[in-house]
């Protein structure tokens, strides 16, 4: 058995979202073949039930329909042939989201895992695709971007493309449509960035700006044998922000007009955001793709896959994202420390670090942190942001307590020198830390990863010149990372976060023990009056620096239909906000010169 399965698919009606996708089977299995389509993506750890799109399906064998029957909600079986056999699908695509396959008049997108079924006990063969242009007049002046290697197919173009195995192939992400492209090389391997539609972005800036970034995380790690070309596929929209890596490329979200325009020259927060996103997606080209926790080696695609190691590949990704920024010179360390600030805050505003650690977060994020509901903000911590900020403590005291002889770049070096090839058992990280630097680290991370306490990030900071500052919120709009302006801050507040829906105020969290919930606001609760007063979101801010501790209010609110009276007691803000400045101690200042590389 060596024939390449054949994939063909084919955006076959724009306007109804309609691909048809045909795979042809060579040697087929003499019971009867077994197709499956995956139930998730590698990257974002939720069920999707990707078979759940396909409208119709049918089988054909030398012109012929063969019987086709479903056995589960995944998987068909075609009747026994004795030549090879066709599944044609229609699948409908309008998720326009880096884990969705999209197709309209504008333009296509698709993920492998969308589109493409597996060949039950062949995934191993070689795939070849044939990417079909749609029928004229859609599809004039589209090209295509993906890092599958091409056969038939021109530079950006239509037509062949092969995958080494089914692993491969829906690890390529495909973009049809009018790109906009920029080129570049990162240690001599070719770059690419697609963006779709139309942009008035400064290519040539960005592309300088990317190839910073990727030099600087092939410094750290060194240049994968198997990386030879690397493709940025970013859909570029009103409104949105979101990534997924991959091994050869990444697709990514962001506003348009967070990318530079022509003749800017500042970072605006919104570019820094997007130049993060960039960091943190490239970081995973070793740590997740290659370098995997064993619950990953391979992926079973049918059901959840658990591990305890979530907060290890997207928190010291999430870590080293910002903190390859100010390495390479893209950002002031003034600007990085703003975003570890960020960071910060938003792991204190979620009382969910409380009750949840990142290793149970990690173990459970199919369920809750992917599926978060009205609770979430009380009962699940986010292993990107509170991992991040573990992984920055455990470089700071690597720093500290071996006197700048290890840090976490030597543990991530040699645990990409160990890993790459072969899961990373679970207890395997805690294990190398302690390895390569001869400390005792059982009570960091028993407190840290397995604990739900607070972060020695306070004194850790301080050993390498930085003060770490809280104080009360200002405000809905108030992330974080700086000082007041003027000090003056509300000194209470509801204890719970509201959203503009509909026009209507809602109670989109309300946080265990605050005053509203001692009030019994409930979530979605409609915020209507407090004392006699009508009240909205934009109001509220000026209305709340009114009240003092102990005040007491009534809040009127609809629950469904029924208005509802609470009486409020008005409690202390808490201190959520925090933010970092440079403490001037020379020793200190040595030691952050040798961390952020300034
Ligand atoms: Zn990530």
């Known amino acids: 058995?060596?024939?390449?399965?054949r994939y063909r698919i084919w955006p076959a009606d724009p306007g109804a979202h309609l691909f048809e996708v045909r795979l042809t089977v060579a040697e087929p299995d003499p019971e009867g073949q077994v197709f499956e389509m995956p139930a998730w993506i590698p990257g974002s750890y939720m069920i999707r039930d990707y078979a759940k799109h396909v409208v119709a399906a049918r089988a054909e064998s030398d012109g012929r329909e063969v019987e086709l029957g479903k056995l589960d909600k995944s998987r068909w079986q075609a009747a026994?042939?004795?030549?090879e056999v066709t599944l044609v699908l229609e699948v409908f695509a309008y998720d326009d989201s880096v884990r969705g396959a999209h197709l309209d008049a504008t333009h296509a997108f698709f993920n492998g895992t969308c589109v493409f079924p597996a060949v039950v006990g062949q995934e191993d063969l070689a795939c070849e695709v044939d990417i079909a242009a749609p029928e004229l007049p859609i599809g004039k002046g589209w090209r295509v971007a993906t890092s599958m290697r091409r056969t038939t197919a021109g530079e950006y173009g239509f037509g062949g493309y092969r995958a080494d195995n089914y692993a491969e192939l829906i690890d390529h992400p495909v973009e049809i449509g009018e790109l906009s492209i920029g080129e570049f090389e990162v240690g001599g391997i070719a770059h690419a960035i697609a963006i779709r539609g139309k942009t008035k972005v400064d290519m040539a800036r960005l592309c300088h700006d990317l190839q910073t970034v990727c030099e600087q995380h092939h410094s750290l790690l060194g240049t994968p044998a198997d990386l030879d070309r690397y493709l940025f596929l970013l859909n570029a929209p009103g409104s949105g922000y979101g990534g997924l890596e991959h091994c050869w490329s990444s697709a990514l979200v962001c506003g348009r007009d967070n990318l530079p325009a022509r003749g800017d020259e500042e970072v605006s927060d919104e570019y820094r955001t997007f130049l993060g996103l960039v960091s943190h997606e490239y970081f995973h080209l070793w740590n997740v793709k290659r370098m995997k926790p064993a619950a990953f080696t391979p992926y079973d695609l049918s059901?959840?896959?658990?591990?305890?190691?979530?907060?290890?590949?997207?928190?010291i990704t999430s870590y080293y994202d910002d903190l390859a920024l100010v390495r390479s010179g893209l950002i002031t360390v003034d600007s990085y420390l703003e975003l570890v600030g960020r960071t910060v805050t938003s792991v204190l505003r979620g009382g969910g670090r409380r009750r949840q650690s990142v290793e149970a977060s990690s173990f459970d994020a199919w369920t809750k942190f992917y599926k978060r509901d009205a609770n979430a903000v009380n009962?699940?911590?986010?292993?990107?942001?509170?991992?991040?900020?573990?992984?920055?403590?455990?470089?700071?005291?690597?720093?500290?307590?071996?006197?700048?002889?290890?840090s976490l770049d030597d543990v991530m070096r040699e645990a990409w020198s160990r890993w790459s090839a072969a899961g990373m058992p679970e207890d395997g990280f805690e294990k190398l830390c302690a390895e390569v630097?001869?400390?005792?680290?059982?009570?960091?991370?028993?407190?840290?990863v397995r604990g739900t306490g607070a972060l020695p990030l306070e004194a850790l900071l301080k050993t390498h010149g930085v003060e770490y500052r809280l104080r009360r919120s200002a405000g809905g709009k108030d992330k974080g990372g700086k000082a007041s302006k003027d000090g003056k801050l509300?000194?209470?507040w509801l204890g719970a976060n509201l959203a503009a829906r509909g026009g209507k105020t809602v109670f989109t969290a309300v946080h265990n023990g605050g005053p509203a919930e001692l009030a019994g606001v409930a979530p979605g609760d409609e915020m209507l009056a407090l004392d006699g007063l009508r009240i909205d979101i934009s109001g509220c801010e000026a209305r709340t620096r009114?009240?003092?501790?102990?005040?007491?209010?009534?809040?009127?609110?609809?629950?469904?239909?029924e208005l509802v009276t609470l009486r409020m007691r008005w409690a202390k803000a808490p201190e959520d906000t925090c933010y970092l400045e440079l403490a001037e101690s020379p020793d200190a200042a040595a030691r952050r010169e040798a961390w952020l590389g300034h």
């Open 80 to 83: 026994p042939c004795d030549r």
């Open 490 to 492: 509300p000194s209470v």
């Open 546 to 561: 009114r009240y003092r501790p102990g005040d007491r209010s009534e809040l009127v609110v609809f629950r469904g239909d």
């Open 1 to 5: 058995m060596s024939t390449p399965h």
């Open 379 to 406: 009962a699940v911590v986010s292993y990107y942001t509170k991992g991040s900020l573990i992984a920055l403590c455990l470089d700071l005291k690597l720093r500290s307590e071996t006197d700048g002889r290890v």
């Open 303 to 315: 059901q959840e896959t658990h591990t305890g190691l979530l907060w290890v590949y997207e928190g």
């Open 437 to 448: 630097s001869g400390l005792d680290l059982e009570d960091f991370f028993n407190a840290t």
